[in-house]
C-alpha cells in the first residue's frame, strides 16, 4: 500500500461531523485503509464507547474513500454511493472503547461499474474486531438518480 496524500474530507461527499474517519493510511488498486481514534466527542458515543455496529458506517466510509481516491486520480470529482447492504457482518465486541485506534479495512471484490462489493474490516492494535462485505451503488450521475427517484 502506498501512503495517501488526501485526508477523508477530501475523498468523501460528506460534511463535517459526518466525515467518521479521521485519517487515510494508504491505499492501492484494491484497496484502502483509513483510521479514527474514538474519542468523547466521537458522534456515536455512548457511555464510554461507540457501539460496535457503527462499524457498518466506518467500513462504508472507508469504500468510499478507496472510490473517492479512485475519483482524484482519474482527474473526476468525489461522487456520493449508495450502501445497498452488508453481508455476514461480525464483531467480537459490543462496543469501540474511548481512546482506541480503530484501522478500517475495505479490500474490492467485485467491481460492476455502478455496483461494488467490498471485504472490510476493523482492527485494534492488529487484531482483527469486525469484519463484513458491503455491497455499494454509485450511480454515473448521482443527482439524475436521485431526481428520479423523487428525492
Known sequence: MRPCPYPPA??????????????SVGYDETGFIAALTVRESSLFRVGTGVPAYIAIEYMAQTCGAFAGMAARRAGRPVQMGFLLGTRNFSTDRDCFRIGERLEIGARLLLDEGEMSAFACTVSIAENEVARAQLNLFRPHDPSSFLAGAGA
Open 10 to 23: 477530501e475523498l468523501l461527499p460528506h460534511a463535517g461531523a459526518m466525515v467518521l474517519i479521521e485519517e
